[in-house]
Nanobody, 114 residues
């Protein structure tokens, strides 16, 4: 069992920044990737960024150059640094990990006003 707890969401104006954190606990030895997803109102959940155990990262096209995913293994924490936020980034952001199965956090709301 793996538990994921997100924090760091909030409300910002367009052009602002936020950093999301996801603290993981439990049986993480089987986890191969950690990911951030976003679910905007009325839309399906979509992958935003991924990082694997080697530290390799990937991003969806809408966030490339603005978002950065990173990990601190000593703290069992995954981060998503979000810069130059846009109103279309408004969503619930979920931390997720692919381990023996996929695990999800509870989500954190990000609201960007124009």
């Amino acid at each position: 069992q793996v538990r994921l707890v997100e924090s760091g969401g909030g409300s910002v104006q367009a052009g602002g920044s936020l950093r999301l954190s996801c603290v993981a606990s439990g049986r993480m030895f089987s986890c191969v990737t950690a990911d951030w997803y976003m679910q905007a109102p009325g839309k399906e959940r979509a992958l935003v960024a991924s990082i694997n155990t080697r530290g390799s990262t990937s991003y969806s096209d809408p966030v490339k150059g603005r978002f950065t995913i990173s990990r601190d293994n000593a703290k069992n924490t995954i981060y998503l640094q979000m810069n130059n936020l846009k109103p279309e980034d408004t969503a619930v952001f979920y931390c997720s990990a692919q381990c023996d199965r996929r695990y999800w956090g509870q989500g954190t709301q990000v609201t960007v006003s124009s």
